[in-house]
């Protein structure tokens, strides 16, 4: 079952936080997280497994509530290479072999 | 890199032709992936492929068929191509084997229009 995003857009300022979530109806195995710019492919970000740690990535990071079956995106002192569509994707039980993903938020940071 | 090429990059074809793309990989991975993108709709799995001749439907299967004959190559068919079918369409492998549980490497897409 796609996982549901949210916001479905948001609009920085250059420096500002933003924080993307990302919650599913089952229970979850793991959540990928991937950014695409317009035209290009997705690009991995992350991923978070049941059980693990939050994950950071420069001043990108995130977290995994099992229990909520919920994650959350979190981008700190946005910078203008931030921009673009961001992608949660989940696996509900180990060994389903597949990725569903989320319908993308919108990222757009202004100078 | 992880060694992914899709072809063909553009496609243009008629209401009722098949039309098949390809996937290939120079890795070996086990686990590889077709999406197709679409506005609003995100990426959604059509089809995947955990070994040679082992496949499974993804959430929109329909009016799609794949095949995998060598680890190398995975082949997503449109038997008779609608215009419902018109997408970006994504193929992926999973880079450390492991299945859904480790990265996904996408490949730059494959922009295919159905008039």
């Known amino acids: 079952q796609q996982p549901v995003q949210s916001p479905q857009a948001v609009i920085l300022r250059e420096g500002e936080d933003a924080v993307i979530n990302c919650s599913s109806s089952?229970?979850?195995?793991?959540v990928h997280w991937y950014r695409q710019k317009h035209g290009e492919a997705p690009v991995f970000l992350m991923i978070?497994?049941?059980?693990?740690e939050q994950k950071g990535h420069e001043k990108i990071s995130a977290s995994f509530n099992e229990k909520k079956q919920q994650s959350s995106l979190y981008l700190t002192a946005s910078q203008l290479s931030y921009s673009g569509t961001y992608f949660c994707?989940?696996?509900?039980?180990?060994?389903?072999?597949?990725?569903?993903f989320g319908k993308g938020t919108r990222l757009h940071i202004l100078p | 890199d992880a060694g992914i090429t899709q072809s063909p990059r553009h496609k243009v074809t008629e209401t009722g032709t098949p039309v098949t793309l390809r996937c290939h990989q120079t890795?070996?991975?086990?686990?590889m992936y077709w999406y197709r993108q679409d506005p609003g709709h995100g990426l959604r799995l059509i089809h995947y492929?955990?070994?040679?001749?082992?496949?499974d439907k993804g959430e929109v299967s329909d009016g799609y068929s794949v095949s995998r004959s060598k680890t190398e190559d995975f082949l997503l068919t449109l038997e008779s191509a609608t215009s419902s079918q018109t997408s970006v369409y994504f193929c992926?492998?999973?880079?450390?084997?492991?299945?859904?549980?480790?990265?996904?490497?996408f490949g730059n897409g494959t922009r295919l229009t159905v008039t």
């Open positions: 992926a492998i999973s880079v450390l084997g492991q299945g859904p549980s480790s990265p996904l490497h």
């Open positions: 089952k229970a979850l195995y793991s």
């Open positions: 978070l497994l049941k059980g693990g």
């Open positions: 994707g989940t696996e509900e039980n180990v060994g389903d072999d597949k990725i569903i």
């Open positions: 890795e070996n991975h086990r686990y």
């Open positions: 492929s955990y070994g040679v001749k082992d496949t």
